[in-house]
């Protein structure tokens, strides 16, 4: 928006961060600029800056942290170096902010009302009655159903995408010119990430609001932003139009990042699949008529599918839609309330104790968060070879020889072994969990949501290895997914999971291009970078 002045205007900002082992440098020479109702997104992997970058434009950055170089100007006049007092008079006033985790910024013990309506009182807008009625207004504006009970409730009792309403009613309290929105869809399942952004470019159109957006997600900012800006390690290392960037990108890192993200080439991938699921070949897994109910709860509703050897099935399907159980299930943690799994000639609903802990030979789980799913004490080395220890009566140089052996497989040097998880990236540690799983030579790997903590190259990555994995060694897959793009990716055939139930199976081709359940329909529907697949992004003209 050439001859207007920026709402937010940043200009070869540096910021370091004082630390044990001296000065880190976080952000080097970044500028960038939004516009009156204009997007801006920041785009890139953990680590690349774009958080410290929006802490910066918004007096947040912690105590550790200071701006060593550059500028950051709200609507033409300096504020770098302002006092925490002035910044206090800025936020919420002029700025809005939208966090991350909306588990984690919503104040347990005080009601939505009272987060909600925090920047009001504290900028001494209206008395507790005026208040209340002006948040109730917010809320409803936002889409939260029964505004004036949710007004009394407390986090723990809404959901993640109502909680993340909450906070854009919170950010948007003031009427403020700027929002800086820094991953505020990350945590949540693609239909309510999608009408989380629908809802941020209402009111960004509405109200004439800009937003700095804050992402990992290149698919995402290709239908939502006007201007892209893409970090790697500190420094942009490409910027501008939204459709130049993501139809002609001058950098390697950002053609990496566009070739990585699933998103943005799901619409051919599908015919990729090298493997012809056959009707008629020997399965592996067998799930029938699978119900698994918790008290009064039935979390699993009768599903039934079949593994073919040697192929990925896909579980896929929003927060609570009993994929993660169905999981544990097939994996002998939960046994089945009514039903059958039978993997091989085992039937794991009727095996006893010892046989279902003799199962982990033939099954293993690969879980969601590779750092909390291994021991932060041992080594490498102790954590890939405990599944020996428990099963084998190995020597200690031939468990050393296996470890060594699947640290190879799973491409990570061998001298990894004598690290300990706190040393290793997210993506090795993924890496260590999944050589864990292969060490006893397993049938089937289930695998729940193993990739989705992962930036997109990391993902990428992993996939890769699995696909390679699955060639050389003849695995079967359960992939538990809420990400379409993925499990188009890498599966063959699919489950869609709703409530509990099964509303779709079948081969993965088939349910993405004839889905037959409207459910269905919607989660393709709000799979990311539509507006890139069909070559309709936003020009920011």
Same mark, same amino acid.
């Given at each position: ?26 952000v080097n020479g970044v500028s960038l600029q939004v516009h009156p109702g204009e997007i801006t997104a920041i785009v890139g992997e953990s680590g690349s800056g774009k958080s410290t970058t929006a802490q910066a434009a918004i007096g947040l950055l912690p105590r550790n942290a200071s701006i060593d170089a550059g500028e950051v100007r709200i609507d033409g006049g300096s504020v770098t170096g302002f006092s925490e007092r002035q910044w206090r008079q800025l936020r919420g006033k002029r ?26 009182a504290i900028h001494g807008r209206g008395d507790r009655a005026a208040r209340r009625t002006r948040v109730i207004e917010l809320l409803e504006r936002v889409g939260i159903d029964n505004p004036e009970k949710r007004h009394d409730q407390y986090p723990h009792e809404l959901s993640g995408g109502m909680k993340q309403r909450a906070l854009i009613a919170a950010a948007v309290a003031l009427e403020p010119e700027l929002i800086i929105a820094d991953e505020p869809t990350s945590a949540l ?19 004439? %609001? /800009?937003?700095?957006? =804050? !992402?990992?997600?290149? #698919?995402? *900012? ?6 892209? $800006? ?112 039978? %993997? /091989?000639?085992?039937? =794991? !609903?009727?095996?006893? #104790?010892? *046989? ?6 033939? $099954? ?178």
């Amino acid at each position: 928006m050439a001859g207007t002045t920026p709402l937010l205007e940043v200009t070869d900002l540096v910021v370091s961060y004082a630390s044990s082992r001296g000065e880190v440098n976080a952000v080097n020479g970044v500028s960038l600029q939004v516009h009156p109702g204009e997007i801006t997104a920041i785009v890139g992997e953990s680590g690349s800056g774009k958080s410290t970058t929006a802490q910066a434009a918004i007096g947040l950055l912690p105590r550790n942290a200071s701006i060593d170089a550059g500028e950051v100007r709200i609507d033409g006049g300096s504020v770098t170096g302002f006092s925490e007092r002035q910044w206090r008079q800025l936020r919420g006033k002029r700025i809005g902010l939208i966090p991350q985790d909306p588990n984690n910024s919503l104040n347990p013990v005080k009601t939505i009302g009272e987060s909600v309506g925090e920047g009001l009182a504290i900028h001494g807008r209206g008395d507790r009655a005026a208040r209340r009625t002006r948040v109730i207004e917010l809320l409803e504006r936002v889409g939260i159903d029964n505004p004036e009970k949710r007004h009394d409730q407390y986090p723990h009792e809404l959901s993640g995408g109502m909680k993340q309403r909450a906070l854009i009613a919170a950010a948007v309290a003031l009427e403020p010119e700027l929002i800086i929105a820094d991953e505020p869809t990350s945590a949540l399942d693609v239909t309510v990430q999608k009408v989380i952004l629908d809802l941020l470019d209402e009111m960004r159109a509405e109200l004439g %609001i /800009g937003i700095l957006f =804050i !992402t990992h997600d290149l #698919a995402v *900012a290709g239908d939502r932003a006007d201007h892209i $800006v893409v970090m790697e390690r500190g420094t942009v290392r490409e910027s501008g139009i939204a459709a130049s960037v993501l139809t002609d990108p001058q950098d390697a890192y950002t053609r990496q990042l566009l070739a990585d993200a699933p998103s943005l080439t799901t619409a051919t991938l599908a015919g990729d699949r090298r493997r012809e699921v056959d009707g008629e070949a020997e399965p592996l897994l067998v799930v029938d008529s699978v119900t698994q109910r918790f008290g009064d709860f039935t979390a699993v509703d009768d599903v039934s599918f079949t593994v073919p050897r040697g192929t990925t099935h896909a579980i896929v399907g929003e927060s609570g839609s009993g994929k993660t159980t169905l999981g544990r299930s097939i994996a002998a943690f939960n046994k089945p309330t009514a039903g059958s799994i039978r %993997i /091989g000639v085992t039937e =794991i !609903t009727t095996a006893d #104790a010892k *046989a279902r802990r003799e199962l982990r030979r033939d $099954v293993q789980l690969v879980y969601q968060n590779p750092y909390s799913s291994l021991n932060p004490r041992q080594t490498i080395g102790q954590i890939i070879a405990e599944p020996l220890r428990n099963f084998s009566r190995l020597t200690r140089g031939e468990v050393n020889a296996q470890v060594n052996r699947h640290l190879d497989l799973v491409a990570l040097d061998q001298a990894v072994a004598d690290r300990r998880p706190a040393e290793l990236s997210g993506g090795q540690r993924q890496r260590v969990a999944i050589a864990r799983a292969l060490i006893l030579k397993p049938e089937l790997v289930v695998l729940d949501e193993a990739v989705s903590a992962l930036d997109v190259t990391v993902q990428a990555q992993i996939l890769r290895l699995l696909d390679e994995l699955q060639t050389e060694l003849g695995l079967t897959y359960v992939f538990i997914s809420h990400d379409l793009a993925v499990v188009r990716q890498i599966s063959d055939t699919v489950s869609v999971m709703s409530a509990g139930r099964q509303v779709e199976y079948g081969a993965t081709a088939d349910v993405f291009e004839n889905p037959e359940s409207e459910f269905t329909r919607n989660l393709i529907d709000a799979i990311p970078g539509r507006s890139y697949r069909g070559g309709d992004l936003n020009l920011g003209l």
